[in-house]
């Protein structure tokens, strides 16, 4: 259509990603419970709606398949087709076109496969299903499929007074019907246009009766009113139908309601976030509320005497607690159920049984767990990664379970949970466990592990199959399961602050364990001083901190210095010859150890004093300067000084290098 | 010739004029053009930027955003020395990027007729000639007028400005 509807399509493409969740999701029901009315009728509006919006939208091959679709939904309905697993499955079949043709409309795929195939299919399903139930009485069908039962319709526009104020132009609206529907005679109604003098040109006074010929529905082609329809008189009469029972439809019965539409308006190349409204309400009181603080704060300064401190404290007070409000409503905003990551995985896990013939369950446990939104997006790829491999590799097929004494149909849990600043999400599986001795041999084989070096601890030979180029090789994700691209999903996982490990028992499954940052824009921090510099490290990165014994610490070959913290041995980072700062330590046993912890490999760092732990907000260094080694950021302290953050996993890295460096 | 009668004399001319601010750098004058200016503010301690360039001084909080504070001594080779409280930070914007600019201290502004600004003194280093981008005499002063742009978007050796 026009540049007006081009606006809303990014709005219409997350609402429609969200229908498509939610057909997927009811069919997936839908399978263990057939007779269900309930969900058959969700289905069927998810279609109904998508093919609404994609008309309204101006993508009508999307539009012409969900129509054959909603047809046969209609029919299913209706009882005239009965549902049978192949239905099932052309549905499904039918929900990944759809998907596919959203890809393309988006511009995200350069074509979809050709569906006409997959229409006949869907009709002759909900044509066959008549047959067989009610003998010859086809409905007429609705337009779409059979081009030739295009009808005449009547059509009264009334454009709402106000209608050009709020921005829409009749015209243009006007001109989009006419891409829609062939109009036979139009007609503009001048009757309310007053005398020259009492004209305002912002007024809307038009209206306009049109006939026209189109193969759409009523409500189709009401729909491209829809953004006036509120303060319009919008009315539609087929005109064959006129002389029995007028069927006019009511121009604000479209499919959407208008609460769903809350966040429509953004540029179409802007990322879009869809905000309950419960959420904007309580941000706005909140907002509302300090205005009222400041407001009595500038009561209680103004002619300020003594007498006026209780007040004056008072008003701060109630500020604080309001501004501290407001900053993690304002968080909140961003935070949407981590559910959107895992609803897709009942559909994978499905056909992966289907297709592998594996027995499986798929459990999952906090769903409601909120994560903001850009994680959300970062960790879909990997949790894919390790589901796929929790089925294709830990979970055993059914023989070899019931063989092993287990239950023949494998679990596989996925668990979402706060812990802290941080969000814990676990993928687990009943199945065979990780092959450590396999593991080991291959880490020796492979160089990460000297082949006379004692065996490390359990935790670091499991620690392995993370590491680049460990994955690949064939022989290991045969017989230990897990690999195919850990070292990927580190990498994403890391990208967003986010750790990954795990525990395993063998024979008895595997927890591969995610931690994330609850936001990406607060950080629970521990502030360390090194000479009269402070810096700040994210606490999910430490495990503890220690004051060495001097006979603690060794020089290994002469060159590597180490700790050993209750018989483990930790490579010693001197963070002020990391960042060529000047201590006031330089023996480790006189400062401070800080042990941390990234992604399997830990370090002990070297710093002259403990600050104090507390919420820092992430700022940028790149934005105005430049990626720095070893910085993850920076922050403000309370006193308006900037303190920078340290990049663990960056750091232990450039430590790994210095010491090969020095070899 | 205060800024005053040069922007008078800049009138008479009726050529077109641009405004620089002016700054000293081991008694040499600078300008740099005032649409990239976004404030000044007096020089206060910066927090260290480890693994940067030695111009680097480090970042500063600018109301919530971080600022890396380049000293232009040391960019331009110049001997440093300890900040005084003439000591400024001019603040620039360049290619949507905020920096500061630590100079010994900040002059006016002046308005310089296009017509009255020479091309670089040809000194043979190309660093220098990237860095200035012309020459102006203002009352008994030469102000060199810098390129800000290629000064802290360039990446590398220091300019060698020393007159």
Known sequence: MNIDISAFQQAFFDEAADLIA???????????????????????????????????????????????????????????????????????????????????????????????DLIRRLESAAVGGVAAAVPAKAKP?????????????????????????????????LSGLADEADILSIRCDESRLPTLEALDPETCYLAWDLELVSDREPGALLEAFDFIAEESEITIVEIEAEAQAPTAVEAASGPRSSGEQTVAVAKPE???????????????????????????????TQNFTTAKLPRLLEAVASMERASRE?????????????????????????????????????????????????????????????????????????????????????????????????????????????????????????????GDAPEPSNDTIYAYIFEPGFSTAAEVTDISGRGVGMDIVRRSLQAVNGAIGLTTTPGQGTCIRIRLPLTMAILEGLSLSVGNEVYVVALTSIV????????????????????????????????????????????????????LENDGRKAALLVDELIGQSQVVIKSIEANHRKVDGIAGATILGDGRVALILDVSQLLRMNAGLTASAA | MSAEESTAHANEAGGQTSQFL??????????????????????????????????????????????????????????????????????????????????????????????????????????????????????????????????????????????
């Not at chain 2, 603040?91 to 006016?108: A, L, P």
């Open chain 1, 544 to 595: 503890e901190s220690i004051q060495p014994r001097s006979q603690d610490v060794h020089l290994l070959s002469g060159r590597d210095e180490v700790v050993s913290v209750r018989g483990e041995v930790l490579p010693l980072v001197r963070l002020h010859a990391i960042f060529g700062s000047e201590p006031n330590v330089t023996d480790p046993s006189q400062g401070l150890l800080v042990i």
């Open chain 1, 326 to 450: 407001l900053q993690e409503r304002a968080m909140a905003i961003r935070l949407v159920p981590i559910r959107q990551a895992f609803a897709r995985f009942p559909r994978l896990v499905r056909d992966f049984a289907a297709s592998s013939g594996k027995q499986i369950e798929l459990k999952t446990s906090g769903d409601e767990t909120e994560l903001d939104r850009t994680m959300i997006e970062a960790i879909a790829d990997p949790l894919m990664h390790l589901v796929r491999n929790s089925m294709d590799h830990g979970l055993e097929t059914t023989e070899e379970r019931i063989a092993a004494g287990k239950p023949a149909e494998g679990s596989l849990w996925l668990r979402a949970l706060q812990e802290g600043g941080n969000i814990i999400i676990e993928v687990a599986d009943d199945g065979r466990g990780l092959d450590r001795d396999r593991i080991l041999k291959k880490a020796r084989e492979r160089g990460l592990l000297a």
């Open chain 2, 22 to 163: 002016t700054f000293t750098l081991a008694g040499e004058e600078y300008g740099v053009d005032i649409l990239k200016v976004q404030e000044i503010k007096g020089y206060v301690a910066t927090t260290r930027v480890p693994n940067s360039p030695p111009e680097v001084v480090g970042v500063l909080n600018l109301r919530g955003t971080i600022v890396p504070i380049i000293d232009l001594r040391t960019k331009f080779g110049l001997e440093a020395i300890a900040y005084d409280a003439f000591a400024a930070i001019v603040v620039v914007v360049v290619e949507n990027q905020i920096k500061g600019m630590v100079v010994d201290r900040v002059s006016e502004v002046v308005s310089i007729p296009k017509a009255d600004i020479q091309p670089p003194a040809d000194c043979g280093s190309t660093a220098s000639a990237r860095a200035v981008s012309g020459m102006a005499q203002v009352g008994d002063k030469l102000v060199t007028l810098l390129d800000v742009e290629a000064i802290l978007l360039g990446q590398g050796e220091p300019a060698a400005l020393s007159a």
């Open chain 1, 270 to 300: 802007a990322a879009t976030l869809r905000v309950s409204a419960d959420k904007l309400d309580r941000l706005i009181n909140l907002v509302g509320e300090m205005v009222i603080n400041q407001s009595m704060l500038s009561e209680a």
């Open chain 1, 22 to 116: 939610d057909f997927e999701t009811n069919l997936l029901s839908l399978e263990d419970h057939p007779d269900s009315e309930e969900l058959l009728n969700t289905i069927f509006r998810c279609a109904h709606s998508i093919k609404g919006g994609s008309a309204t939208f101006g993508f009508p091959a999307i539009a012409k398949f969900t129509h054959s679709l909603e047809t046969l939904l209609d029919q299913v309905r209706d009882h005239k087709v009965i549902l049978t697993p192949e239905l099932t499955a052309l549905l499904f079949e039918a929900l990944d076109q759809v998907r596919q043709l959203f890809a393309v409309a988006k511009g995200e795929a350069a074509d979809a496969a050709d569906d006409a």
């Open chain 1, 141 to 173: 069908d609705e337009g779409w499929g059979v081009w030739s039962v295009a009808k005449r319709y009547r059509m009264h526009i009334a454009p709402g007074a106000d209608v050009l104020r709020k921005g829409a132009d009749p015209m243009l609206l």
